[in-house]
């Protein structure tokens, strides 16, 4: 009974922040939700596994739910009008998406954005060649990860090769339950004295990161390397491409693991890839779900986010601006280059990106009090960058407040952290690029189990309330 509280009680309740499991706050309703959005999202992953899948599988669902490519309404000259939707893609790598708002663009749009490249394994351009009777693809790996926790597992070939009439195949290797896979060989612990002597970043190199690929020698005995010139036979024959054809190929090795339920109580999930795809993925299912709005809501997916954010795909580059600057364009007679400014500095933006949550078996790197928790709901995160900031956006407090508001006003569950400990490291989004568009921007993502490996693990919960978060953004953020 609030009657016999103590005073003391009564004060905590009201100066003291409230830090506790989300599935304690949740309805037997959202409980229900939880769990179907996860088995949506784990059916994505699993078909998603690299940026140019997860634009395919985004533009299915786009088509689905009436949105229309924007280039569409160019050619045919036609007038952007309240609830319309629209999406395009940045060479096969990249996506926006928007709900047409019933304000003027100029008043600002509120975006959400994430990113849909993650940690990997790529082919070098010359990939092919045998030692020891064995063939074998050189590699250059794709963002930040430990090499070590990608030698003996089975992995998946995905990508694309253009040949050289400029036709295009798609490649995907490993996935069937009777598909082949592939690997990376380690030595035995028997001989593994000089290499268990070396600190973990040394003990596998970039250069040791060479996928096992076939063993079976060409019946010829006047051709030197038989065995590769028999895997370059057999992708000759199957997909009609020859040696020359690699140089001009998109080719990533990916653990071959599915997405999966972790626990006894089927709370967690276990994949690949959910460095960003928990955000992508839960920020593309809210704007599906988004049908009116006042402000306009976006939806970018980009690539290229774990190098930098470089490139034409990249959130460096002017793909969001144009796409927001053709809104601005379709939605007026007279478009003017002052109406795109004015709509990028009312603008917000919740940077989708995940947090490292806190590891009890590795404590000694985080500050308790600011770091995020499996569980505990969506991640605030003011600023990333490395140490003294560097490399951040850092949100103003304005609108840290005023997010803090609208998620408390509609019960999504947040919490608030940091990226470790201040001299240990750090790291950066999106989210620098865009706030420098004159954009509010803060970060707000997932918490995540062993980040940038090859088996990610995430808490149901928590990617239920960045779905609710990003909906609630976009549609109630006025």
Not at 274 to 301: F, G, N, P, S, W
Not at 375 to 380: K, P, T
Request: charged share 25%; glycine share 8%; aromatic share 8%.
């Amino acid at each position: 009974m609030a009657d016999n509280k103590t005073q003391g009680q009564i004060l905590s309740e009201k100066l003291l922040i409230e830090s506790k499991s989300a599935w304690e706050k949740i309805s037997d309703e959202e409980f229900r939700l939880t769990f179907d959005l996860c088995e949506r999202y784990k059916t994505f992953l699993n078909k998603a596994k690299t940026e140019r899948e997860f634009v395919e599988e985004t533009e299915k669902l786009a088509k689905s739910k009436g949105y229309i490519a924007i280039e569409e309404l160019i050619n045919s000259q036609k007038k952007l009008m309240p609830g319309m939707k629209v999406y395009s893609i940045g060479r096969n790598k990249t996506v926006v998406l928007a709900v047409i708002g019933e304000e003027s663009l100029e008043k600002g749009v509120n975006i959400v954005g994430a990113h849909i490249d993650s940690p990997r394994i790529d082919l070098k351009p010359n990939p092919v060649y045998e030692a020891n009777d064995m063939v074998f693809l050189k590699t250059h790996y794709y963002g930040g990860i430990k090499k070590y926790q990608w030698v003996t597992i089975p992995l998946a070939m995905h990508g694309v090769v253009v040949k050289r009439d400029g036709s295009k195949v798609n490649i995907k290797i490993g996935e069937d339950d009777n598909d082949t896979v592939f690997t990376i060989t380690d030595l035995l612990p028997h001989l593994a004295a000089d290499q268990m002597q070396k600190k973990m970043s040394e003990g596998i190199t970039g250069e040791g990161l060479n996928i096992l690929s076939g063993s079976i020698p060409y019946k010829d005995d006047k051709v030197k390397d038989k065995v590769k010139l028999n895997i370059l036979n057999i992708l000759n024959e199957k997909y009609g491409i020859v040696e020359e054809d690699l140089i001009s190929a998109e080719l990533e090795m990916v653990p071959k693991f599915n997405a999966v339920d972790v626990g006894f109580d089927k709370s967690m999930i276990g994949a690949y890839g959910q460095d960003d795809r928990v955000c992508a993925y839960t920020a593309l299912e809210a704007i599906l779900d988004t049908e009116k709005v006042k402000r306009t809501a976006v939806c970018i997916l980009t690539d290229k986010e774990e190098i930098g954010s470089m490139g034409n795909t990249g959130a460096q580059s002017s793909f969001f601006v144009n796409f927001l600057a053709d809104l601005c364009s379709l939605s007026v007679d007279n478009y003017n280059d002052i109406m795109l400014r004015r709509c990028l500095s009312n603008s917000k933006m919740l940077s989708a990106d995940v947090n490292a949550a806190i590891d009890p078996t590795y404590e000694n790197v985080y500050e308790k009090r600011n770091s995020s928790f499996l569980g505990r709901g969506i991640v605030l995160q003011k600023y990333t960058g490395a140490r003294g900031k560097s490399g951040a956006s850092d949100a103003n407090a304005e609108f840290v407040g005023e997010i803090r508001k609208l998620f408390n006003d509609n019960n999504v569950v947040w919490q608030s952290a940091e990226l470790g400990k201040v001299d240990q490291g750090g790291g950066g989004t999106i989210a620098q690029f865009i706030a420098n568009l004159n954009v509010d921007v803060i970060d707000c993502g997932v918490a995540v189990l062993s980040m940038h490996s090859p088996f990610e693990v995430t808490s149901k919960v928590d990617v239920y309330m960045a779905y609710k978060a990003y909906k609630t953004f976009y549609i109630n953020l006025v």
